[in-house]
């Protein structure tokens, strides 16, 4: 699927890992209006490469959320389970620019010998096997990010909300690219899927806004058509903090049993 060079393409994109909460009903209901105001097309993607998470029966709950909401998409609905070449396709056309390598650290490896930390607030990656080539099994492939920046002029660039937002990308260290365990990656994978589906406008919430740095490094580096990003304000919990499947926020399905509609849910996160 891709773009037609005329009507504007817009996604919503979550991960079968859990139940959809309210923060996945802001962003989908969001994309959907946009989409729908602008005359344009609204796709639903599965991003299911983490293999161990997924569940069928999350997915079939995001089906179930979305058109209780009112949503519809086209179809077929692009799962990135179906897609893992694609993803190995622009691996290899990293690695033939040289630029990325195995690693073989684990978390705590990284944790001792770091002194600093990336825009997530992570242990920022100390380059301990910079320069030790693709050779081994079961490692990680990260991104030479000194390398990549200086690729791109040592900064990347992006239209926000119609403004031109410049940011370096070297914050973020030698990320992986390539998962031990799946192969690759969200940051491949998304940019992946945005251009091969023609995806003009990515609408997703305010805790995605510094990762948008790596995946327009990437775009560059591959590319790949650069998208309009827009990045929204998290819906929170009483404690002010982001809504998360991990601290099992209310899932749609149970305020659905509570007896909440489709029009109290957009009351709820402010697009009524």
């Not at 995946?215 to 998360?244: C, I, W």
Request: aromatic residues 6%; hydrophobic residues 40%.
């Amino acid at each position: 699927m891709s773009g037609d060079g005329t009507r504007k393409i817009f996604r919503f994109a979550p991960s079968p890992n859990g139940y959809l909460h309210l923060g996945h009903a802001f962003s989908a209901l969001l994309d959907f209006d946009l989409a729908r105001r602008e005359g344009g097309r609204f796709l639903l993607r599965i991003e299911d490469i983490d293999a161990g998470r997924a569940r069928p029966q999350f997915e079939a709950a995001i089906y179930e959320d979305l058109a209780w909401l009112g949503l519809s998409w086209e179809e077929p609905v692009r799962r990135q389970s179906e897609h893992l070449e694609d993803y190995a396709a622009a691996l290899a056309e990293l690695d033939a620019l040289g630029l990325l390598y195995s690693c073989v650290c684990s978390r705590a490896d990284i944790a001792r010998s770091s002194t600093g930390r990336d825009l997530d607030g992570a242990p920022l990656y100390p380059g301990t096997c910079r320069g030790k080539g693709l050779a081994r099994a079961g490692a990680n492939l990260r991104l030479d990010m000194a390398k990549a920046a200086a690729l791109v002029g040592g900064e990347v660039s992006w239209r926000e909300h119609g403004k031109v937002i410049v940011a370096p990308p070297q914050d973020w260290g030698d990320v992986v690219l390539g998962r031990k365990d799946i192969g690759t990656s969200y940051h491949i994978a998304v940019v992946v899927d945005d251009a091969l589906q023609g995806v003009t406008d990515v609408v997703r919430g305010r805790d995605l806004f510094e990762a948008t740095r790596i995946q327009r490094l990437l775009q560059e580096l591959l590319g790949l058509p650069a998208p309009a990003y827009r990045h929204h304000a998290m819906v929170l919990d009483e404690d002010g903090r982001k809504l998360a499947k991990s601290r099992l926020s209310k899932p749609l399905r149970e305020l659905r049993a509570e007896g909440a509609t489709p029009a109290d849910v957009r009351a709820m996160v402010g697009l009524a």
